[in-house]
């Protein structure tokens, strides 16, 4: 049956975790909607999965490296600026962006449409890294740069401080 248990029939088999739409755990941070799909829990912590929905002219975090975790992009929906040092590229619906440990890198939604990315973390470190963002944000609280950059060192990640910012009209380089 569709609907049963998410074990397989067999206990020495390992389960098998399904997320339909609409489930999984939902964290706003800000104008980003995002939906946990895997939080390690059923990968020994071997990866993490969320789903990003970006609202039109969506800042994103300040460009950052993480110490000890991959970040891989998948962009399902629209268009999502991923600033890479001082490169930019603007990912369109069935783009991947690969980050490796110790890339600096930052994403925004600089359109007027919303845009969706897929997100993998392996290993999954970074995911209690969004519930934490969203537990500082409690009662309204606006995710100010401080917030967000002493929440990422929690989780080996510090910010890129030797890139600046790109304006948010910069072209992206080819």
Same mark, same amino acid.
């Given at each position: 049956?569709?609907d049963?248990?998410? $074990?397989?029939?067999t206990?020495? /088999?390992?389960?098998?975790? %399904?997320v339909?739409? +609409?489930?999984?755990?939902?964290? @706003?941070?800000?104008t ?7 939080? +390690?829990?059923?990968t020994?912590?071997?990866?993490? %999965?969320?789903?990003? %929905?970006? !609202?039109?002219? $969506? ?7 993480? !110490?000890?975790?991959?970040?891989? *992009?998948?962009?399902?929906? +629209?268009? %999502?600026?991923?600033?890479?040092? /001082? ?8 783009? *991947? ?10 994403f ?12 993998? *973390?392996?290993? /999954?470190?970074?995911?209690?890294? *969004?519930? /934490?963002?969203?537990?500082?944000? !409690?009662? +309204?609280?606006?995710? @100010? ?30």
């Amino acid at each position: 049956m569709a609907d049963e248990p998410k $074990t397989s029939s067999t206990t020495s /088999d390992p389960a098998v975790s %399904v997320v339909r739409p +609409g489930e999984g755990e939902r964290i @706003t941070l800000g104008t980003t909607r995002g939906r946990i799909l895997e939080d +390690g829990g059923n990968t020994g912590h071997r990866l993490g %999965v969320a789903e990003s %929905v970006l !609202a039109p002219h $969506t800042p994103g975090p300040p460009q950052h490296r993480h !110490a000890r975790h991959d970040e891989g *992009f998948y962009v399902l929906s +629209g268009t %999502v600026r991923f600033t890479v040092g /001082d490169q930019i590229h603007d990912a369109t619906g069935g783009t *991947f962006v690969m980050v490796p440990p110790g890339a600096p890198h930052t994403f925004a939604n600089v359109t007027d449409h919303p845009a969706v990315l897929l997100t993998v *973390f392996t290993p /999954d470190l970074y995911v209690q890294y *969004f519930r /934490d963002l969203r537990d500082a944000m !409690a009662d +309204g609280r606006e995710p @100010t740069p401080q917030i967000t950059v002493a929440t990422m060192r929690r989780y080996a990640t510090e910010p890129a401080t030797d890139f600046p910012a790109p304006a948010a009209g910069s072209p992206p380089l080819r």
